[in-house]
């Protein structure tokens, strides 16, 4: 019963590692919902607006026939404009309902799966393995090698290439110096970032404004007081603090060393800006701040970590007298150090010996088994030893333990 209960699937509790699988689709299609409608309302009120005045000035004969057509014939070309921008958003919603529904199927079928022993829960998690592949190799800026992954094995409906492509592409920028892609991205979801309370677009601005103090140039000087008067001013309510810092920046020259004005001046501005970005797009697309597959190894590797992993004495590896040789993955070289700071793992049920006996160290082993290994390895009557730490004890210090 005890091991029937063991190999369970617990469904919910592997679904919460996928819930960004469905968000971020829910995400898109809100997006592009969003932006036909506010075309459709832009485009409607431009042309109801044209049609009533060619038609009041057409009727009252202040506009000549030619004139007429001439504006008609541009209605027109706007509404076939808007189509395109329509069938544009369409395919784009299309593909997006498309992967929805093979998602909604990848998740569908762990549900098919009654427990940890079926054959296709080592498919399914294989899958979910090479997702979470493709998603850390897409947040590293290795685009190629997870859409080479992806490709392969079949999975391109359930990864966000394009997403994080375009996410990667605006975080480059900023990284070179450029600011016009990011905010142009504000300006599209500007809706979004108002709800988030993001200081995203006054943080560029106010690197605009660095970059045109930083020349020193009168006219360029001119220009940046202009560019925070229209773009900074706005924010004095929430931004007080970096707007006053802002102006005394005026009266300081890249080469200060005086505080917080070296900080502003410093290349590193642009890195700071970078990380602010990823992070609220992350944030409003409801994706992870960090790669899931940093989270599975966190969980995978707290559940197996006990407080013995970490010891001086835990194992062979890290103690010449021990006689034991560990099989635990966390003792291991290559995990060891991983799993250092991650909490240990939270059980509810101990396994221990039905005769548990203490020694004079404080460690605790079962009795018969500590006799036997210790008559195996050719100790004198009457004498035990500790196989983690060496240490050699007479039967008489051994202690009986009682569990209560």
Known sequence: MAELTTIKLNHESHLLLDQSLLRLPYELLRKNFKTVHRLVEREE?????????????????????????????????????????????????????????????????????????????????????????????????????????????????????????????????????RTQECLAWCNEHKQGLKKLNSNLEFELRLQQYIELVRTCVPQKLLEATQHARKYLTPHRDTQSKEIHQAAGLLAFSPDTQAEPYKTMYSPSRWDHLARLFVNTHHALFSLPAQ?????????????????????SVASSSCNAKSTTTTVCPICSTELNELARNVPWAHHTKSNVENDPIVLPNGRIYGRERLMEMSEKIGLAEGQVKDPMTGDVFDDAQVKKVYIS
Request: aromatic content about 6%.
């Open 291 to 311: 790669p899931l597959l940093h989270v599975a190894l966190s969980a995978g590797l707290s559940s197996l970590k006990t407080p013995s992993c970490h010891s």
């Open 45 to 177: 009120k431009n042309v109801v607006s044209t049609i009533k005045t060619t038609a009041s000035a057409s009727f009252n004969g202040q506009q000549e026939v030619s004139d007429t057509v001439a504006s008609l014939d541009g209605v027109i070309a706007r509404m076939q404009g808007l189509k395109r921008k329509l069938e544009g958003l369409d395919e784009e919603s299309e593909m997006i309902f498309d992967h929805s529904e093979k998602r909604i199927d990848h998740l569908g079928d762990l549900y098919g799966i009654p427990s940890l022993a079926d054959v296709k829960y080592d498919v399914w998690s294989r899958v979910r393995l090479d997702r979470l592949l493709v998603d850390y190799l897409l947040r590293n800026g290795f685009v190629e090698s997870a859409r080479a992954l992806a490709k392969e094995k079949g999975i391109e409906a359930l990864v966000d290439l394009e997403v994080f492509v375009h996410c990667n592409k605006i975080q480059d920028s900023l990284k070179r110096g």
